[in-house]
């Protein structure tokens, strides 16, 4: 083996994808460093195994100090370890393989004080992906910015042999983005994501050295190293597990509305869900039953309370909310 070839070290970090719903919007977990980079990043630390067991119980604990937020439903991602992914001055030698995580949570007014001592604060995840909310019908972002731009990049001549053809890219862009024949499938978020990075479409692609910056639009906020890319696959993750899991009550309060239901499953599957089919689907689920309790609306009769029925989990082994595609 070469002697001269230099050492490199490969550090484990965990980043967290903190979902919380503000105002009836999905919202991540946003922290803003001190070096006057405006690019928000995800909470990151690193993985201490002389003070943790598992990954998990880190992020939790690190999490809780820093935050006060006390995580519910917490699962692993994917571990995201391509090189070059962070991309900082002085890093020559080491490499940062992190530990993806999406965790769910709740928020008040207590805590969000707490957040903004520690310079984090909670972003609306469309603003990252504004292309994926369906719930006022199609964005226009889409006709009017992506897809002529993604025409572009499909006929452009490939930078080498191993790059996709026009005929590959333009298949890819269709079953991604729900062209001709093909629907719109809201859980092909990481996979419209990474499209529109390597055509250029995100500035974390010119950052990276992925591309140079041809005057092509940008579209959504930046953030830092790829923790775009990680907040598309728990946007993913989320979509689908609320289908066959009831993870959406871990963003309720214990008592709530179908009304406000129904909005926080919009929020996150991005589309919107007509009244009545909503509540036919939650009556048929057996998910929820009433309190009994009724709370003041303005301009209308009093709205039923209802919580979550956690008997359901030892009923049936897929008890989720089945909205969508796939």
Not at 55 to 65: I, P, S
Not at 227 to 247: E, N, S, W
Request: net charge neutral; with cysteine; aromatic share 8%.
């Amino acid at each position: 083996m070469p002697t001269d070839v230099p050492a490199i070290t490969v550090e484990i970090g965990l980043n967290a994808a903190i979902v919380a719903v503000v105002n009836r919007s999905p919202h991540i977990l946003a922290v803003s460093e001190a070096d006057g980079d405006m690019r928000d990043s995800l909470p990151f630390g690193p993985f201490d195994p002389a003070r943790h067991r598992t990954f998990e119980t880190g992020l939790r604990d690190r999490v809780e100090k820093r935050t006060a937020l006390k995580l519910g439903y917490i699962e692993q991602l994917y571990t995201f370890g391509d090189r070059g992914r962070q991309r900082l001055p002085g890093e020559e030698g080491k490499h940062m393989v992190s530990v993806g995580y999406l965790a769910l949570t709740r928020t008040d007014a207590e805590n969000n004080e707490r957040l903004a001592e520690a310079g984090a604060h909670w972003r609306d995840w469309y603003g990252y992906l504004p292309w994926e909310d369906w719930r006022r019908g199609r964005p226009a972002l889409l006709d009017q910015v992506i897809l002529p731009a993604l025409a572009r990049w499909e006929s452009s001549p490939p930078e080498d042999e191993r790059s996709a053809s026009a005929f590959q890219r333009r298949s890819r862009v269709r079953l991604a983005f729900g062209l001709d024949d093909f629907p719109w499938d809201e859980e092909r978020v990481l996979e419209r994501y990474e499209l529109l990075y390597e055509a250029g479409l995100v500035r974390e692609a010119v950052i990276d050295g992925h591309c140079r910056n041809l005057g092509n639009p940008t579209v959504g906020l930046t953030m830092r190293h790829d923790h775009r890319r990680i907040v598309a696959t728990a946007v993913a993750r989320l979509r689908g597990k609320i289908k066959y899991r009831p993870v959406v009550f871990e963003l309720m309060p214990p008592e709530f509305t179908l009304t406000d239901l129904q909005a926080t499953v919009e929020a996150i599957s991005g589309r919107h869900l007509h009244k009545q089919n909503f509540r036919r689907l939650v009556e048929g689920a057996e998910l929820v039953e009433p309190t009994g309790g009724t709370l003041a609306s303005t301009g209308g009769r009093p709205a039923a309370l209802f919580r979550f029925r956690r008997q359901i989990l030892d009923e049936r082994p897929a008890p989720g909310l089945k909205v969508g595609g796939r």
